[in-house]
């Protein structure tokens, strides 16, 4: 069997991850089916599946990348960027997450493996909030895991809202969040 590169092997497997981000967008989690994801991919099952070991694997690896980029958001330029990447994102895209939300509710394993998404990151948000706490730039009477909460339940809120086409004026929406979360 010939050996391929890391490259080509990364390569088609951001291939395989692209197209089904489109097809999940298009055609929602439960009607992604494996036919539409080799007719967006441009692959066969055994190539789609050979990178991910089934349908939630490949949606899952998604999120994991939408949870990175906003975290990283979030830590190189602030809560602002994450509201302002969430309200850019595809309406038909971030819609799916209504569908998993749905499935997590009923599905405990899931739940707890979408819980620890990236946790590596989940520590250096908590301690970015924590550092802005000591600074006084975030109120103290509430533990940073409150206020992260808070902030997460806000995204949650936009994911969904948005999902819909609701578009919000950021910075008045923006000023809400500082008047809750800041110095008290």
């Known amino acids: 069997m010939p050996k391929v590169s890391a490259a080509h092997v990364e ?7 692209d197209g089904a981000r489109r097809a999940f967008a298009r055609y929602g ?11 967006e991919t441009g692959l066969s099952r055994g190539a789609i599946f050979n ?15 939408d949870h990175q980029r906003a975290g990283e958001l979030w830590l190189d330029r602030g809560f602002t960027a994450v509201v302002q990447w969430v309200l850019e994102q595809s309406p038909d895209w971030i819609g799916v997450y209504l569908e998993i939300h749905r499935m997590l509710r009923t599905n405990p394993e899931l739940r707890a493996q979408w819980e620890t998404r990236n ?12 550092e802005q706490q000591q600074r006084g730039e975030l109120r103290r009477d509430v533990s940073a895991d409150e206020i992260g909460r ?5 995204i949650d809120g936009l994911v969904l809202n948005a999902s819909v086409g609701q578009s ?14 800041g110095p008290q």
């Open 11 to 17: 390569t088609r497997r951001r291939q395989v991850l």
């Open 168 to 181: 919000y004026e950021v910075d008045a929406l923006l000023k809400l969040v500082i008047g809750a979360i």
């Open 119 to 130: 946790p590596e990151l989940d520590e250096r948000l908590r301690a970015r909030l924590v």
């Open 150 to 154: 808070f902030m997460g339940l806000l």
């Open 51 to 65: 990178y991910f070991e089934n349908k939630w694997a490949l949606f899952y690896a998604l999120a994991q990348e």
């Open 29 to 39: 989690y439960e009607g992604a089916t494996v036919a539409r994801l080799e007719e």
